[in-house]
């Protein structure tokens, strides 16, 4: 795929609806790609352009507040249950030996689905700059977005009007210090949420569920040191959201961890330093065939 071709949107019916997803074909190594609250499946369009030469690159867009497809109104939307969704859409699609990549809450999904042994389909995992321990939800940001999902769906709406302000995204408890370099994308990502009633009742739903449930990521790293598979820690060394000493933890509870950290970025690799994230999966990753 040349570098900037944006991947045509693909769909797959779950039990919950819906989930589009970007899907780059081929016969490489297969890198799923998980985004965080308010985010959508755009977040990796910089890291697919630049992996999709040599990997297939899979990359969902989950029912975390930018989707645009309604679930269900009995849709488990807690992480658990959108960890569960992930273990269910790479079974529909019938992926193994993926490469998980998550960041930010796409990183705490990748924890909960192998803390809860789902792990049939995963050959390895890489957790960049993501929620963990006591960090949930993360920094000024996710706790000023779980006390506006205390709101009801149309208030939440209103409160949300305001991240068409560039000066209004661009503070710490929205998405300035998620990342440097990509506010044109956050500012896409609000689009659903301002435009649908259905959506703003899932996000509502779904920061609730978030709130009601803040120990949820230390119990599962009780359950990390299990994890007996490669795993690959990439943390922004600059984040100001995600503490580094968390991405050092991880990295020590996994055993086969590493750890990668990464200048120049926020939270938000794959925004901020797309480039650089792209060369350290693709070289955690199987190599490829020569023949190729």
Not at 36 to 42: I, P
């Amino acid at each position: 795929m040349p570098e900037g071709e944006i991947v045509a949107q693909k769909e797959v019916r779950l039990s919950v609806g819906p989930i589009e997803y970007e899907d780059t074909g081929g016969d490489g190594p297969t890198v799923v790609l998980l985004h965080g609250f308010l985010m959508d499946s755009s977040l990796w369009d910089q890291v697919i352009a630049a992996l999709s030469v040599d990997h297939r690159c899979v990359a969902p867009t989950l029912p975390l507040g930018a989707h645009r497809h309604a679930m269900s109104a009995d849709a488990d939307l807690s992480l658990p249950g959108v960890a569960a969704l992930v273990g269910e859409f790479l079974d529909r699609l019938d992926l193994s030996d993926v490469t998980l990549v998550g960041v930010d809450t796409g990183g705490a999904l990748v924890q909960l689905l192998i803390a809860g042994g789902d792990t049939a389909r995963v050959g390895r995992v890489v957790l960049a700059s993501c929620d963990a321990f006591d960090n949930f939800p993360p920094g000024l940001t996710g706790r000023t977005l779980v006390r506006a999902g205390k709101l009801p769906p149309r208030l939440f709406g209103l409160f949300m009007r305001q991240m068409r302000l560039r000066p209004i995204r661009r503070l710490p408890l929205a998405f300035g210090w998620l990342t440097k370099r990509g506010d044109a994308a956050t500012a896409r990502w609000a689009a659903p949420i301002l435009s649908r009633p259905e959506i703003r009742r899932d996000a509502v739903r779904m920061l609730r569920a978030a709130g009601a449930d803040t120990d949820i990521l230390l119990g599962a790293a009780e359950r990390l040191p299990d994890f007996g598979r490669p795993a690959l820690v990439v943390w922004a060394s600059a984040d100001r959201v995600m503490p580094p000493e968390h991405g050092r933890r991880l990295a020590e509870l996994l055993p086969k961890g590493r750890l990668v950290e990464i200048d120049d970025s926020y939270t938000l690799i794959p925004l901020d330093r797309p480039a650089e994230l792209a060369r350290v999966v693709r070289e955690f990753t199987p190599a490829t065939d020569p023949a190729r």
